[in-house]
């Protein structure tokens, strides 16, 4: 008699068995995990020729930085680019799922996409998930109807904005927008308020931090300026950085090859016969 | 795929062996408009006959060369619709394996994919063969590349061919003209002298159509003034 099956399922389908335990944790007194903080400072803002969109890049796991420069702008289209706050994997899956799905249905249309149609398609799945994928995004781009941006909730609202700040650093952010942005801005003044914007994140708000990344999209031109401005640059004790001026004798070298040379030889294929 | 009447595949064997079906299919291929590939040292072309059934059809909404991606272009000779329906199923492939592996699909691959679903079709219920057959033209790592798939699913690799009405005039003259040192535009020039072997009344831009891809890797439908200063250079 075999000792079989302790926790594979009779019948297949899901085991609620991990579900049981979980309640009677709870019950003695077990705190479930919280989610993690999004710690980020995303922005946009429309100005006189298009859109610019910023971002810190900082990425969090708790309380350590998992990546000090990590990209949170994604790429959607050619015209259009998105940034994401919330949990990483989950802007990074949306966002490349989106951009795939605009890209077929550009060959379909023979057109350039529409900032709405990302935007709904967007929306659109993160509502059927119900809030449990956890992108909050800041959308932008110039199309043929002119410069959109949007805000999207991770459970699936969006708002159309002339400047939007989400994440952590929001507050911090927004507090420069509010005072200072105004219509018509030319590409500098609006780069260096979109960097002046991100830098007030970074400085005030823990979940941001490292460098500012800026995109700027206009009509038929987009320009992704990565590491704009590195406000935050790794310091060392000595100006010159580590330098080892007492050498080390060399008295014999062995070169040991730990893996196989392999020599890979093609294989032409040979065409298939009917 | 197939209504649950149909549960059985309408394409079935002949005593003699043979898949009847993709026979008739063939035939429906072979008298569709002519259209042709040349593979040269530096690219690939592929061309069409674009004959419209009436001067009244607005021949600017008809576009039978098209890309699948940004390096591989397909054109075809058969039925029209059948043809539309796999260069959807295509693009929606390449786009699944670019969100897989985030590298452009080889040409192979795309190739095998869509002659898989082509095969599909001769094995199900309740449907029947697609009526095409696909001239893929490609640029990747590999080089250039161009394949042709049949409604059997079966592909091959050539270096020139031809599909259609002309067939056999077509892969003649293709036969005598090939070399393998051949440029992208001496592919152009000879591509255009084959359409013009069968074809019926006079050659111009706007009952052709052809697609080139080079070194570039980007593949492009040429404009109707592109083709007429090609038309030019050949006369």
């Not at chain 2, 008298?31 to 592929?46: D, H, P, R």
């Not at chain 2, 909404?61 to 959807?88: A, C, E, W």
Request: charged share 20%; hydrophobic share 35%.
């Amino acid at each position: 008699m075999s000792q079989s099956s302790y926790d594979v399922p009779a019948k297949g389908g899901f085991s609620f068995d991990l579900c049981k335990r979980n309640d009677m944790l709870i019950q003695k007194g077990l705190k479930s995990p919280s989610f993690l903080k999004t710690g980020t400072t995303i922005v946009g803002l429309i100005f006189k020729d298009g859109v610019i969109l910023g971002a810190d890049t900082r990425a969090t796991e708790g309380p350590i930085v998992a990546d000090k420069n990590c990209e949170k702008i994604h790429y959607m289209a050619p015209n259009i680019y998105c940034c994401g706050a919330g949990t990483a994997a989950d802007t990074e899956a949306v966002t490349d799922m989106v951009s795939s799905q605009l890209r077929l249905h550009r060959y379909q249309t023979g057109r350039d996409s529409r900032v709405i149609t990302a935007l709904t398609l967007l929306k659109k799945h993160l509502f059927s998930y119900q809030g449990h994928v956890s992108a909050a995004l800041v959308l932008g781009g110039v199309d043929i109807t002119g410069p959109h941006l949007h805000t999207i909730y991770p459970h699936g609202s969006t708002d159309t904005l002339p400047f939007a700040t989400m994440g952590s650093g929001s507050l911090a952010a927004m507090s420069v927008f509010e005072a200072k942005y105004k219509e018509g801005l030319t590409r500098d003044e609006g780069i260096k308020l979109v960097a002046e914007a991100i830098c007030s994140g970074i400085f005030n708000d823990l979940g941001s931090g490292s460098n500012v990344d800026i995109c700027v999209i206009t009509k038929g031109n987009k320009e992704y300026l990565r590491n704009y401005m590195e406000p935050n640059p790794r310091t060392y004790v000595s100006s010159n950085g580590y330098s080892f001026t007492k050498k080390t004798e060399v008295l014999r070298t062995k070169i040991t090859p730990l893996m196989e040379r392999v020599e890979i030889t093609e294989v032409t294929g040979e065409a298939m016969e009917e | 795929m197939g209504d649950s009447q149909y549960s059985f595949s309408l394409t079935t064997f002949s005593p003699s062996g043979k898949l009847v079906q993709i026979e008739h299919a063939l035939t429906a291929v072979g008298s569709g408009q002519t259209s042709l590939g040349i593979k040269a040292s530096n690219g690939v072309v592929i061309a069409t006959e674009k004959k419209l059934p009436s001067i009244l059809v607005d021949e600017a909404s008809v576009q039978k060369i098209q890309h699948l991606t940004p390096n591989i272009g397909v054109v075809y000779s058969g039925m029209g619709p059948d043809f539309r329906v796999l260069v959807r199923k295509s693009r929606k492939q390449a786009e699944q394996y670019n969100r897989l592996y985030k590298e452009p699909i080889p040409v192979t691959q795309l190739v095998r994919e869509t002659a898989t679903v082509m095969q599909e079709f001769t094995q199900s219920g309740g449907v029947r063969p697609f009526g095409v057959s696909l001239l893929v033209a490609g640029y990747d790592d590999k080089g250039p590349q161009l394949y042709q798939v049949d409604p059997s699913g079966s592909y091959f690799s050539w270096k020139a061919s031809a599909m259609g009405k002309n067939v056999s005039n077509a892969k003649t003259f293709l036969e005598k003209r090939y070399t393998e040192d051949m440029e992208l535009d001496d592919a152009i020039h000879t591509a255009i002298l084959t359409l013009k072997e069968g074809f019926e009344g006079e050659i111009s831009s706007k009952n052709i159509e052809i697609g080139k891809i080079g070194a570039d890797k980007i593949f492009r439908v040429l404009t109707p003034a592109e083709i007429d200063d090609y038309l030019a250079e050949v006369e």
